[in-house]
């Protein structure tokens, strides 16, 4: 059971980190992020719009809603100033943390 909850707080940790990289490769919609994230990382779709929502109340994306000829509209992201800046930080931060930890750990694989 430990090992599945670690495991979630581990995604959930780098979450809006892999966001901002797939929008960073140009901008996409939020099914199309879900189900990126999910075959990648193992992430669930239900995790993804609250964080869109909130990256948009952040200012780290725009929206733009497009017409589709198979169902309802789409709403486009993309990152802004704010996200690009954001995406650069975190991306440091991961690395800089992701060395230290695999410093700590050394050839116990």
Same mark, same amino acid.
């Given at each position: !059971?430990?090992?599945?909850t670690?495991? /979630?707080?581990? +995604? +959930? %940790?780098?979450?809006e980190?892999? /966001?901002? =990289? ?6 996409s *919609?939020a *099914? ?6 999910? @075959?990648? /990382?193992? !992430?669930?779709? %239900?995790?993804? *719009?609250p964080?869109m929502?909130r990256?948009? #109340? $952040?200012?780290?994306v #725009? ?10 509209s &789409?709403?486009? *992201? ?10 650069? @930080?975190? +991306? &440091?931060?991961?690395r800089s943390?992701? $060395? =230290?930890v #695999?410093?700590l750990?050394? $050839?116990s694989?």
């Amino acid at each position: !059971m430990a090992d599945s909850t670690n495991q /979630v707080q581990l +995604k +959930k %940790g780098a979450l809006e980190l892999c /966001v901002l =990289a797939l929008l960073a490769r140009g901008e996409s *919609y939020a *099914y199309e992020i879900a189900s990126t994230l999910s @075959a990648g /990382v193992g !992430m669930g779709e %239900g995790t993804i *719009y609250p964080l869109m929502r909130r990256m948009q #109340d $952040d200012g780290l994306v #725009d929206t733009r809603l497009e017409e589709s000829n198979s169902g309802p509209s &789409r709403k486009y *992201y993309r990152l802004t100033a704010a996200g690009r800046a954001a995406f650069t @930080a975190q +991306k &440091r931060e991961w690395r800089s943390f992701s $060395d =230290a930890v #695999d410093r700590l750990l050394g $050839d116990s694989k």
